[in-house]
T-cell receptor, first 113, second 111 residues
């Protein structure tokens, strides 16, 4: 397996634009997690899915953020409209169960100017 | 005002020495613990894990120790190498079984 795949690896956009981050989890993993990492706040869990269903989105900062998982092999995290304070590295991770090893993707470095 | 980032604790280790990285957790009901290594520009990478029914587990050059009495977790790296320079995160399960990550420790290996 190629591991967790994220795209794009880097994204630079202007304030107010819509940003869509993509993730392909490891095949067979039932759990998918979206994290945000910044120098200010470290690694934060935004939302996670079990069998394509959102289970806990309490970490999503505000309504500008939304995440979907239309099928077992694809998930998106969307920010609309984007703001400079959204600049961070966004990681997707997948695992067999919630309390098991999570495999992280390489991350998407987002810069909002 | 001036923004302040996370000030990660830093462990400076001489190449060849053993490293010990410590982590405290708060939830006495946590039953799964894991250590990750994150190199610059990469995602966190699994190192080793341990369940609460154990107090020690060994891997290749790494050992994790769990002390449930004082809610303390440690990672020992034997014969530290330059490639071990990274940020190390511990994580433990919360009351709902989700992993909660610590702030991390920066390990710097000096020649």
């Amino acid at each position: 397996d190629a591991g967790v795949i994220q795209s794009p690896r880097h994204e630079v956009t202007e304030m107010g634009q819509e940003v869509t981050l993509r993730c392909k989890p490891i095949s067979g993993h039932d759990y998918l997690f979206w994290y945000r990492q910044t120098m200010m706040r470290g690694l934060e869990l935004l939302i996670y899915f079990n069998n394509n269903v959102p289970i806990d989105d309490s970490g999503m900062p505000e309504d500008r953020f939304s995440a979907k998982m239309p099928n077992a092999s694809f998930s998106t995290l969307k920010i609309q409209p984007s703001e400079p304070r959204d600049s961070a590295v966004y990681f997707c991770a997948s695992s067999l169960t919630a309390d098991y090893e999570q495999y992280f993707g390489p991350g998407t470095r987002l810069t909002v100017t | 005002g001036e923004s302040v980032g996370l000030h990660l604790p830093t462990l400076s280790v001489q190449e060849g020495d053993n490293s010990i990285i410590n982590c405290a957790y708060s939830n006495s009901a946590s039953d799964y613990f894991i250590w990750y290594k994150q190199e610059s520009g990469k995602g966190p990478q699994f190192i080793i894990d341990i369940r609460s029914n154990m107090d020690k587990r060994q891997g290749q050059r790494v050992t994790v120790l769990l002390n449930k009495t004082v809610k303390h977790l440690s990672l020992q790296i034997a014969a530290t190498q330059p490639g071990d320079s990274a940020v190390y995160f511990c994580a433990s399960t919360d009351s709902w079984g989700k992993l909660q990550f610590g702030a991390g420790t920066q390990v710097v290996v000096t020649p």
